[in-house]
């Protein structure tokens, strides 16, 4: 079998594959308000929110650098080694943070989360901070050897596996919590296995203390926004227990899992081709703001069409699939999807420090936020609890886009179209305010469903009149996807 042509259209392979590995916590949402009350909720969602920042501050770190320095080598070997340095370093530090976890998990069991039963399962979870690493960066490697028919059969094959455990952990077993947490480690450490010898089976045991260097000098600045980013999630979900309770903490994981749905269905299978192409844009092309603009708008407009989606119809859904118990975080949802939506182009504009190697400056801004939030979270969380929270963090999100955006221009202009992008999010946010205050659920569910649908029509009527009538981005973005994904 010539598995040359299962490689072929990348775009579609990434994009499934990557939504297939996320779709497991929305998959079992039905399942996990009917078995998990919204406490335990709470519980499962901290731990999620710790291992993706711990993936974003170590594990997922030397990734981000590899596509730069993978494409400046001239032969298999010297990128194999490149490879190999990266994952061999990885491991031995995550070895380091599992263990640290590992051992705090009493205190985090008994004092945070008033389970002390849960120690062990605890304990164990802290392996997943190492496999999910390994496995993080097969992927990459998949990415840069343009296998995307690998990347989706991985994909698959860990949803089929994380949904029988699940299933048999948590409604078979009755584990609860601890079925849930089992489950994740069991599945982690399979495909962390696998993703081992892959990878090791084609580049080696080879390890290039010059190549350490390099990643180093070159993330060092990204691992220290780590850092703030891991103080700003454990201070958000601390104050929120603090001055509101564990049901609340709950309440805000289950909403977050929709606001997810924009990374998760739009922006991550975006960047799985973005996250390597930017770099052979800003290299190839003599004049790399056109694309740089038309792929900002593009991602700006998808992830606008999908929070006003999920935002409206969010209280339906939950009415339907969960119990009534979880209704209350459908308030929430909107103003986490405008904030999930700011946060995810951050990352868009992280490019103009990469690429003018600036990176030292990242940690900077995050510090910047880590004080405004603490300042703004205390403050905000002692006198309106959960809804305080979160006008804190939204707050805090907004300012930081545009720190970033300033800056961004500064060292590398991307030429962001930035009016047509504040009146895409303005339109999309006062669309979501009109809908929800007119249509609930005192309105019968199919003619709310109706009403709904109608709504979202005349929003994608009103992107389709400013992208194509009122400015011409429309046709800069056909132009665009025609020639990048043909």
Known sequence: MDLSKLNKNPVAWYTTGTILRQLTAIIMLPIYTQYLSPEEY????????????????????FGVALPKFFYDRETSEQRYGLISTALLSTITMSVIGAAVFSASAPYLAADFFERPELTYALVAYGITLLTSSIEEYTLV?????????????????????QLSLNVYF????GMG???????GVIASGFFAAISFVYTIGKCGFKFNKAELNLLLVFTWPIWLSGFATLYITLTTNFLIKHFASLEEVGFYHFALKFSSLIGLLIWRPFNQWWQ??????????SDPKPIFSSAFILITTLMSIGAFGISTGVETLIDIMADPAYLAASNIVPVLCLMTLLNLLNFF??????????????????????ILLTLTLTSFSYQW????????????????????????????DLGLPILAFLTMISATAIGILVTINFVGL????????????????????????????ITEHGKQLISFTRRRWS
């Open 42 to 61: 709470g519980i499962v969602g901290v731990l999620a929110v710790i291992l993706g920042v711990y993936e974003l501050f170590l594990g997922a770190r």
């Open 141 to 161: 490697f998949f990415r840069l050897e343009d296998k995307p028919f690998f990347f989706f059969v991985m994909s698959m094959a860990k949803l089929c596996m």
């Open 170 to 173: 948590l409604i078979y077993l």
């Open 177 to 183: 919590v601890e079925g849930v947490i089992y489950s």
């Open 276 to 285: 390597t192409e930017r770099f052979k844009v800003a290299k190839d092309i």
């Open 349 to 370: 504009l992280n490019f103009s420090f990469f690429k003018a190697e600036k990176t030292k400056v990242l940690p900077k801004v995050i510090a910047f936020k880590a």
């Open 385 to 412: 609890q959960l809804y305080g929270a979160l006008s804190a963090l939204l707050l805090c999100q907004i300012v930081e886009f545009f720190t970033m955006y300033i800056l961004s221009k500064k060292y590398y």
């Open 442 to 469: 005192d309105i019968p569910l199919w003619p709310r469903i109706g009403y709904l649908v109608g709504c979202f029509l005349l929003y994608l009527i009103f992107v389709t009149v400013f992208l194509f009538v």
